[in-house]
Protein backbone atom coordinates (compact mmCIF):
# COMPACT_ATOMS: atom_id res chain seq x y z
CA UNK A 1 0.00 0.00 0.00
CA UNK A 2 3.27 2.45 0.27
CA UNK A 3 5.62 3.10 -1.82
CA UNK A 4 9.40 4.19 -2.27
CA UNK A 5 11.67 7.02 -3.49
CA UNK A 6 15.11 6.97 -4.80
CA UNK A 7 18.03 8.98 -5.49
CA UNK A 8 20.37 9.66 -7.94
CA UNK A 9 23.10 8.35 -5.49
CA UNK A 10 20.64 5.22 -4.86
CA UNK A 11 19.28 5.84 -1.62
CA UNK A 12 15.70 4.64 -0.65
CA UNK A 13 13.17 6.03 1.55
CA UNK A 14 10.15 4.19 2.17
CA UNK A 15 6.94 5.44 2.64
CA UNK A 16 4.08 2.93 4.37
CA UNK A 17 6.04 0.05 2.20
CA UNK A 18 8.90 -2.05 4.03
CA UNK A 19 12.36 -0.97 3.52
CA UNK A 20 14.63 -3.66 1.73
CA UNK A 21 18.03 -1.93 1.76
CA UNK A 22 19.59 1.11 -0.94
CA UNK A 23 22.87 1.86 -2.11
CA UNK A 24 23.48 4.35 0.76
CA UNK A 25 27.01 4.51 1.29
CA UNK A 26 27.90 2.48 -1.99
CA UNK A 27 27.24 5.00 -4.57
CA UNK A 28 26.71 3.43 -8.44
CA UNK A 29 29.07 4.40 -10.87
CA UNK A 30 26.27 6.21 -12.65
CA UNK A 31 23.05 8.06 -11.53
CA UNK A 32 20.07 5.73 -10.35
CA UNK A 33 17.45 6.70 -13.16
CA UNK A 34 14.35 4.19 -11.68
CA UNK A 35 13.07 2.11 -8.97
CA UNK A 36 10.66 -0.74 -9.67
CA UNK A 37 8.24 -2.74 -7.15
CA UNK A 38 8.27 -6.60 -7.75
CA UNK A 39 6.50 -9.38 -5.86
CA UNK A 40 8.54 -9.23 -2.96
CA UNK A 41 11.15 -6.06 -2.75
CA UNK A 42 12.17 -3.70 -5.60
CA UNK A 43 14.84 -3.18 -8.21
CA UNK A 44 17.03 0.07 -8.95
CA UNK A 45 18.21 0.71 -12.88
CA UNK A 46 21.37 3.35 -13.23
CA UNK A 47 21.72 5.16 -16.87
CA UNK A 48 24.57 3.09 -17.38
CA UNK A 49 22.46 0.03 -17.76
CA UNK A 50 23.53 -1.54 -14.01
CA UNK A 51 20.72 -3.17 -11.92
CA UNK A 52 20.55 -3.81 -8.19
CA UNK A 53 18.07 -5.80 -6.63
CA UNK A 54 16.99 -5.79 -3.17
CA UNK A 55 15.08 -8.60 -1.80
CA UNK A 56 13.49 -9.71 -5.33
CA UNK A 57 15.57 -12.07 -7.87
CA UNK A 58 18.30 -10.44 -10.09
CA UNK A 59 18.33 -11.44 -13.71
CA UNK A 60 21.15 -9.07 -15.25
CA UNK A 61 21.94 -6.06 -16.29
CA UNK A 62 23.37 -3.97 -19.03
CA UNK A 63 26.63 -2.74 -17.44
CA UNK A 64 29.28 -2.45 -20.08
CA UNK A 65 26.55 -3.20 -23.29
CA UNK A 66 26.25 -0.51 -25.91
CA UNK A 67 23.33 1.48 -25.06
CA UNK A 68 23.53 3.74 -27.57
CA UNK A 69 21.35 6.02 -24.35
CA UNK A 70 21.11 6.30 -21.11
CA UNK A 71 18.62 4.08 -19.03
CA UNK A 72 15.81 5.99 -17.93
CA UNK A 73 13.30 3.52 -16.50
CA UNK A 74 12.48 0.07 -15.18
CA UNK A 75 9.53 -1.74 -14.81
CA UNK A 76 8.89 -5.37 -12.95
CA UNK A 77 6.96 -8.25 -15.29
CA UNK A 78 4.21 -9.02 -13.04
CA UNK A 79 3.49 -12.70 -14.21
CA UNK A 80 7.67 -13.47 -15.18
CA UNK A 81 9.46 -11.67 -12.41
CA UNK A 82 11.72 -10.68 -14.53
CA UNK A 83 12.08 -6.48 -16.11
CA UNK A 84 12.28 -4.39 -18.77
CA UNK A 85 14.63 -1.34 -18.97
CA UNK A 86 14.29 1.17 -21.80
CA UNK A 87 16.66 4.31 -22.95
CA UNK A 88 16.38 7.83 -24.11
CA UNK A 89 16.45 6.30 -27.35
CA UNK A 90 13.62 4.16 -26.97
CA UNK A 91 15.45 0.89 -26.68
CA UNK A 92 13.61 -1.64 -24.29
CA UNK A 93 16.10 -4.50 -23.09
CA UNK A 94 14.08 -7.33 -21.51
CA UNK A 95 15.48 -9.69 -18.44
CA UNK A 96 13.59 -13.18 -18.02
CA UNK A 97 10.70 -11.51 -19.59
CA UNK A 98 9.30 -11.21 -23.12
CA UNK A 99 10.29 -8.74 -25.18
CA UNK A 100 7.47 -6.94 -27.26
CA UNK A 101 9.02 -4.09 -28.64
CA UNK A 102 10.67 -0.62 -28.55
CA UNK A 103 9.93 2.87 -30.36
CA UNK A 104 13.49 2.86 -31.03
CA UNK A 105 13.95 4.80 -34.62
CA UNK A 106 11.47 6.82 -34.35
CA UNK A 107 11.64 10.47 -34.18
CA UNK A 108 11.57 11.07 -29.70
CA UNK A 109 12.13 13.96 -27.92
CA UNK A 110 13.48 11.60 -25.52
CA UNK A 111 11.93 8.79 -23.56
CA UNK A 112 11.63 9.36 -19.79
CA UNK A 113 10.10 5.91 -18.33
CA UNK A 114 8.57 2.56 -18.64
CA UNK A 115 5.66 0.66 -16.84
CA UNK A 116 4.37 -2.18 -16.74
CA UNK A 117 0.91 -3.25 -17.39
CA UNK A 118 -0.92 -6.53 -16.93
CA UNK A 119 -0.12 -7.67 -20.15
CA UNK A 120 3.01 -5.32 -21.47
CA UNK A 121 4.30 -2.47 -20.84
CA UNK A 122 4.48 1.46 -22.18
CA UNK A 123 6.71 3.42 -22.98
CA UNK A 124 6.37 7.37 -22.59
CA UNK A 125 8.34 10.52 -24.36
CA UNK A 126 9.02 13.56 -22.97
CA UNK A 127 6.63 15.38 -25.60
CA UNK A 128 4.18 12.73 -24.32
CA UNK A 129 3.82 10.47 -26.10
CA UNK A 130 2.91 6.87 -24.65
CA UNK A 131 3.74 3.71 -27.07
CA UNK A 132 2.21 0.55 -25.52
CA UNK A 133 3.04 -2.64 -26.29
CA UNK A 134 1.16 -5.76 -25.95
CA UNK A 135 -0.88 -4.02 -23.98
CA UNK A 136 -4.94 -3.11 -23.92
CA UNK A 137 -4.05 0.74 -23.54
CA UNK A 138 -4.22 2.93 -26.39
CA UNK A 139 -1.45 4.92 -27.58
CA UNK A 140 -2.18 8.67 -26.29
CA UNK A 141 -0.71 12.33 -26.10
CA UNK A 142 -0.48 15.01 -23.21
CA UNK A 143 -0.15 18.03 -24.36
CA UNK A 144 1.52 21.07 -22.05
CA UNK A 145 4.54 20.74 -19.83
CA UNK A 146 6.83 17.99 -20.81
CA UNK A 147 5.61 14.56 -19.33
CA UNK A 148 8.44 13.50 -16.17
CA UNK A 149 6.95 9.55 -15.81
CA UNK A 150 4.58 6.95 -16.23
CA UNK A 151 2.66 4.60 -14.11
CA UNK A 152 0.61 1.65 -14.66
CA UNK A 153 -2.64 1.00 -13.59
CA UNK A 154 -3.98 -2.43 -12.27
CA UNK A 155 -6.16 -2.62 -14.72
CA UNK A 156 -4.22 -2.37 -17.26
CA UNK A 157 -4.04 1.15 -18.42
CA UNK A 158 -1.70 4.15 -17.75
CA UNK A 159 -1.24 7.44 -16.63
CA UNK A 160 1.60 9.74 -17.41
CA UNK A 161 2.57 12.43 -15.38
CA UNK A 162 3.97 16.20 -16.73
CA UNK A 163 6.65 18.39 -15.12
CA UNK A 164 3.63 20.79 -14.21
CA UNK A 165 1.78 18.24 -11.90
CA UNK A 166 -1.18 17.04 -14.97
CA UNK A 167 -1.59 13.93 -14.83
CA UNK A 168 -3.56 12.19 -17.80
CA UNK A 169 -5.25 8.67 -17.89
CA UNK A 170 -5.39 6.27 -20.48
CA UNK A 171 -7.64 3.48 -19.45
CA UNK A 172 -7.07 4.24 -15.89
CA UNK A 173 -9.52 6.20 -13.50
CA UNK A 174 -8.60 10.14 -13.00
CA UNK A 175 -8.01 10.60 -8.88
CA UNK A 176 -6.72 14.53 -9.39
CA UNK A 177 -3.22 16.60 -10.57
CA UNK A 178 -1.02 18.90 -8.84
CA UNK A 179 -1.43 22.77 -9.01
CA UNK A 180 1.81 24.66 -9.11
CA UNK A 181 1.61 28.14 -8.01
CA UNK A 182 2.26 28.85 -12.01
CA UNK A 183 -1.03 27.12 -12.57
CA UNK A 184 1.07 24.57 -15.02
Known amino acids: G ?28 SPVTGITATATGYLLATAA ?15 GADLLAPVTGIAADPTTGG ?3 TTAAGNVVAFHAPWFGSPAGRSLSGVVG ?8 VVATASGKAYPFHTPSQPGTV ?5 VGVAA ?8 VSAGGGV ?8 GRVRTPAGD
Open 49 to 63: GGVYAFHTAYHGSAS
Open 2 to 29: GYWLTTAAGNVVAFHAPWFGSLAGHPPP
Open 83 to 85: YWL
Open 114 to 121: IAATRSGY
Open 143 to 147: PGPSV
Open 168 to 175: AGFGAPFY
Open 153 to 160: DRTGGFWL
